[in-house]
């Protein structure tokens, strides 16, 4: 597999520091099937599990029930629990835990409500290597690295407590050589844990995906303990008790922004439009959600920022006009996985191999958008 450093176009500068937003009037909780715990008028506190069939999703503000609303969740319309804040962030009991010792009833207790990571605990018995993987593919975004230097001491804590119980040898934490800057900061904390490395790589595009990255180390699957730095983060949430996350950092930037991008801090469930009610921003933009690589583009400001949202670049709205097939081949070429989005294209197929990175789009001389034909 062979894996590119993409090239950088000019774009607008995105400062390493975190600003908060976490006081909107309103947050967007999606429905997704689940049963409602609570009728509308009714308080909520925060962290209260919002849902009967459903004990991960929690209220990341305190307030009342407003009812329901329609907003855009990812690239499609769905029902969403409208909760007014009061601004008091009220919680009727501190469920939150400390995290001390981690033994194995403990881990597999806590990861009950995520079938990912519990599955992927529960196969573990040793482990002789442990990967942390901080890096980020999308360009322009820092959310990953600012993530990690905010959590440090929680995801040193962790890293280490898993480490004792797995009696794992090797635990490396992986970053890319580009964030130097805030790299310096962290050496300081990380010195204080002797077994935990970090480990400083090229920027080749697609190392934050987990199969490439594995493939690019040449890591065996079976006594090796690999973790991204959202499962990392996911793992203390669960460990504390705490459910769904309340806050969320992403990177807010693009050429269409009137000011320096920066990282914001804001509440889960906040709205785009009342997100860029502090920002000034060109008329006749698109906002690029989770980047311009890998993400999706939609005007639609009544969009619902979930957890999963981990950068928003607002750009120019320039049409852009395909043009016919040259056959040139450079998409099979740089195709990590080896699927030819040409001929799927063509034969107006789809592929599940495909990691949805845009390296077709990217290199495409026709302007075809051949990602979203064959994703």
Not at 32 to 53: S, T
Request: aromatic content about 10%; charged content about 25%.
């Amino acid at each position: 597999m062979r894996l590119i450093r993409l090239e950088k176009a000019n774009f607008r500068p995105i400062k390493e520091t975190i600003e908060e937003f976490l006081n909107p009037d309103y947050v967007y909780i999606p429905l997704n099937n689940n049963k409602l715990k609570y009728k509308q008028n009714d308080y909520v506190y925060k962290d209260d599990y919002l849902f009967i069939n459903n004990y991960w999703i929690t209220s990341p503000i305190s307030g009342n029930i407003i009812g329901l609303k329609t907003m855009q969740v990812a690239k499609k319309n769905c029902k969403c629990l409208v909760i007014k804040n009061d601004f008091r962030e009220k919680r009727a009991i501190n469920k939150r835990r400390n995290i001390t010792k981690i033994d194995y009833n403990y881990l597999i207790d806590s990861l009950k409500y995520n079938k990912e990571l519990l599955n992927k605990f529960k196969s573990l018995k040793t482990v002789s290597n442990m990967y942390i993987n901080i890096i980020e593919d999308e360009p322009y975004s820092k959310t990953n690295i600012m993530l990690f230097k905010e959590n440090i001491m929680d995801i040193l804590n962790v890293i280490e407590q898993l480490r004792i119980l797995y009696h794992c040898e090797k635990c490396n934490i992986y970053l890319k050589d580009i964030d130097s800057s805030i790299i310096i900061d962290c050496l300081n904390t990380i010195g204080m844990y002797p077994f935990i490395n970090l480990s400083l790589v090229d920027d080749l595009y697609l190392l934050g995906n987990e199969l490439c990255f594995k493939k690019h180390f040449k890591i065996k699957e079976e006594d090796s303990l690999y973790l991204n730095i959202d499962e990392v983060i996911t793992l203390i949430y669960l460990l504390k008790n705490i459910g769904q996350k309340d806050n969320s950092l992403l990177t807010l930037g693009g050429n269409n922004l009137l000011s320096t991008g920066s990282i914001k801090k804001i509440k889960v469930g906040t709205s785009l439009k009342e997100l860029l009610k502090s920002s000034s921003y060109k008329e006749n933009s698109v906002f690029y959600i989770n980047g311009l690589m890998q993400g999706f583009a939609t005007t639609n400001l009544d969009f619902v920022i979930t957890e999963d949202i981990k950068c928003i670049f607002i750009m120019p709205k320039v049409p852009v006009k395909s043009q016919r097939c040259l056959n040139c081949g450079k998409c099979l070429n740089i195709c990590p996985v080896g699927i030819n989005p040409q001929k799927m294209y063509l034969e107006n197929k789809k592929s599940s191999r495909c990691l949805n990175c845009g390296l077709c789009n990217y290199i495409c001389p026709s302007y075809i958008n051949l990602k979203d034909k064959v994703r």
